[in-house]
């Protein structure tokens, strides 16, 4: 494999490698957009944590983002990361 390929898979493993990066993937595969509060409240976890993983995907250009008045939309930019995620629940690892 070319090693830019490799690279760039590397980069969005690592970017998504976290339970919480995955949850908020799952979440927004199932809706449209959503704001800040209400990942917040679908996942039961701190504003300030969740807007944390928020903003870091968006600036890595997993995830997109949109004002309205004071709430912040999220949306998936790149649906693809769902196949990974696909993968992964297929693989016969042991923990």
Known sequence: MEAQYLEKAAFI???I???????????LNKHEQLPVNEVCRMLKGE???ISHHLINMKLKGLLKASKSGN?????????????????????????
């Open 13 to 15: 493993l690592k970017t």
């Open 71 to 95: 709430q912040v939309y999220y949306a998936l930019k790149e649906p693809n990361l769902l196949q990974i995620i696909d993968c992964v629940k297929n693989c016969n690892c042991y923990m």
């Open 47 to 49: 504003q300030s944590v």
């Open 17 to 27: 490698a976290h339970p919480t990066r995955l949850a908020i993937i799952d979440i």
